[in-house]
């Protein structure tokens, strides 16, 4: 099969970063979002991205306005029928990710792939809920998805070869670098990474140290690109917290329990960068880091 025409549902933190990728490696994109608002807010996150590139001297402005001329932005869901693979990045939530699913599987013909960007649920549970299963995979990004090399292509129990093999040479036309990963709550990178961050809120919790002093600890200490905290602000507080409470669910593991601080901040709605207080306040020139 040849992947042509993409649709991305989706166009928040990480959807306008898979949008942007795949028009930029030369697929037409369907952008699909639930309301005018978020539409506008996902269009102009790409748009800021692409013409970032192009101030950085690392794209040509043709190339920034051919990318964009192939991105058509929707809130409708018919839209997305006629595509080749329909990748979604919605919230984190798999009653959410299922009505979705089956809407597209009523609506797309019987050959377009399904791909999800779950951090955190498993394939298994979206693919049983369409009647194509063996055309259901992962496909993970990485926060900022044009920055990030990785992408870990998942397959279940039922998915098709020829199908996996087709995504996997798709992310690749993307400019990534896929891994293959098995079907399990966090695949390769989150079932490692998820508990780093955890840990860093239980050990705010028990007074450690401050959370500048954290993520400084860990930026100098380790080479890491950015502390933990920030880690948490730039990934999204509530996505985190949802992630957590999944990969609690499945594995009843304490490591991958939501901290209460968490869920606390969660329940301020301090979401993290994207609605500009989480860890820190990120309203001014530098972040501030907030109590907690
Ligand atoms: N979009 C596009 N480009 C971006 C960008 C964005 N949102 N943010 C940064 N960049 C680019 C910049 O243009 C810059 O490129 P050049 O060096 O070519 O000029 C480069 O990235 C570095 O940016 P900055 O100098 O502004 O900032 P930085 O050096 O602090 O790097 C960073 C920013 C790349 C985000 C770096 O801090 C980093 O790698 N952080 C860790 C990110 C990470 O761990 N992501 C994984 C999150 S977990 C996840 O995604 C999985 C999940 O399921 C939750
Ligand atoms: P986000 O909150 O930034 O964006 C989610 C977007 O989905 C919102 O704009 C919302 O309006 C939209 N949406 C919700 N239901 C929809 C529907 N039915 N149709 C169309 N749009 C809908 O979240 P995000 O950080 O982009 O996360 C999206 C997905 O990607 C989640 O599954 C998350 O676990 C995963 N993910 C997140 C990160 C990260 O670092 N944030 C990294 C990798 C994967």
Request: charged share 30%; hydrophobic share 45%; proline share 4%.
């Amino acid at each position: 099969m040849k992947i042509e025409k993409v649709g991305v549902v989706g166009c928040g933190l990480m959807g306008s970063g898979i949008a942007e990728v795949a028009a930029k490696g030369g697929f037409d994109v369907v952008v699909r979002e639930v309301n005018e608002e978020a539409l506008e807010a996902g269009r102009s996150r790409i748009r800021k991205s692409m013409d970032r590139a192009v101030d950085k001297g690392k794209a040509k402005a043709e190339d920034r306005d051919a990318a964009w001329e192939r991105i058509r932005f929707t809130t409708k869901v018919e839209d997305l029928a006629d595509l080749d693979l329909v990748v979604e990045a919605i919230v984190e939530e798999l009653e959410v990710k299922n009505e979705l699913f089956q809407a597209l599987d009523e609506l797309c013909g019987p050959e377009t792939v399904f791909a999800s960007n779950t951090s955190s649920l498993t394939i298994t549970d979206m693919a049983a809920a369409t009647s194509r299963p063996e055309r259901v995979v992962g496909l993970h990004f990485f926060n900022p998805v044009p920055v990030m090399k990785l992408v870990e292509v998942v397959r279940t129990i039922v998915t098709s070869d020829a199908v996996f093999d087709d995504v996997f040479a798709f992310a690749r036309q993307l400019g990534k670098e896929p891994i293959a990963a098995k079907d399990n709550s966090g695949f390769v990178v989150n079932l490692l990474l998820v508990p780093y961050m955890l840990d860093a809120i239980r050990q705010l919790e028990r007074g450690v140290a401050t959370v500048e002093d954290i993520d400084t600890g860990m930026v100098l200490g380790c080479g890491y690109p950015m502390g933990p905290f920030t880690l948490c602000d730039f990934v999204g507080i509530d996505t985190l917290y949802r992630i957590s409470e999944i990969m609690f669910e499945e594995y009843r593991e304490e490591r991958y329990a939501p901290p209460p601080l968490l869920r606390r901040i969660v329940a301020m709605g301090r979401y993290g960068r994207k609605s500009g207080k989480g860890f820190y306040d990120w309203s001014g020139e530098k972040p501030v880091a907030l109590p907690v």
